[in-house]
């Protein structure tokens, strides 16, 4: 079974524009999860997406936002690109409804200049 | 969300044992205690998860005492490889939890010849 994969593995950006970050799950699962990590934050929540409803969601501003399709593939988008938005961006997908372990892919590394 | 205190970091040799304390006071009823493993550039792996007693796979083992006020991670005759940062985490693993992992700022353990 393939992993987890998220695309663009690296990403470089400037102030005030946008970026989409796009996440493949593992085949059949269904929750797709998304963690921002930077080296001063660590790693940190930022929402959850099950059968395209979002179910949990962190504290982050309304400029990250993500959305989930019908074959759980999962897009999160950042607005307005801070410079502290820079940071590597997971994705982690799990089976089903319960707080299960979680796979994570690889990561996105966005850079904002 | 049980807030959880582990060492910063840890040094050791080949093929020693190496044991990672983790504390979490607070640890609620429903709570079970996962670790994950990441290494540079990657995402967090799941390496093993436990609600009481000692769990035991492939990879480590987990002790947990009857309090369940600590657990300890211990990872055997380690390899240069097993070089990382392990996270110590505790919630809810019920339908109600979603997948909303709150990471610490983990252990960084150096494996060293």
């Known amino acids: 079974k393939a992993g987890v994969t998220q695309t663009p593995r690296y990403l470089i950006k400037t102030r005030g524009q946008q970026v989409t970050l796009s996440c493949s799950p593992i085949?059949?699962?269904?929750?797709v999860s998304w963690y921002q990590q930077t080296p001063g934050q660590g790693l940190q929540f930022l929402f959850e997406y099950f059968s395209e409803t979002q179910r949990n969601k962190g504290n982050f501003p309304g400029r990250f936002s993500g959305r989930q399709f019908s074959n759980s593939r999962s897009e999160m988008n950042v607005s307005t690109l801070e410079l502290g938005d820079s940071a590597l961006y997971l994705c982690?997908?799990?089976?089903?409804?319960?707080?299960?372990?979680?796979?994570f892919g690889s990561g996105t590394q966005l850079s904002v200049l | 969300l049980a807030k959880t205190t582990q060492p910063i970091s840890m040094d050791s040799y080949e093929g020693q044992e190496v044991n990672i304390t983790c504390s979490h006071n607070?640890?609620?009823?429903?709570?079970?205690i996962t670790w994950y493993q990441q290494f540079p550039s990657q995402g967090p792996r799941f390496i093993i998860q436990g609600y009481k007693t000692k769990v035991t796979n492939e990879v480590a083992s987990l002790f947990i005492p009857a309090d369940r006020k600590s657990s300890t991670l211990s990872l055997p005759r380690v390899s240069l490889s097993d070089t990382a940062v392990y996270y110590c985490l505790v919630g809810d693993k019920g339908p109600a939890a979603g997948n909303k992992l709150t990471f610490g700022g983990g252990t960084r353990v150096l494996v060293k010849p």
């Open positions: 982690a997908s799990s089976p089903g409804q319960e707080g299960e372990k979680l796979f």
């Open positions: 085949s059949g699962h269904r929750s």
């Open positions: 607070n640890i609620a009823t429903n709570d079970y």
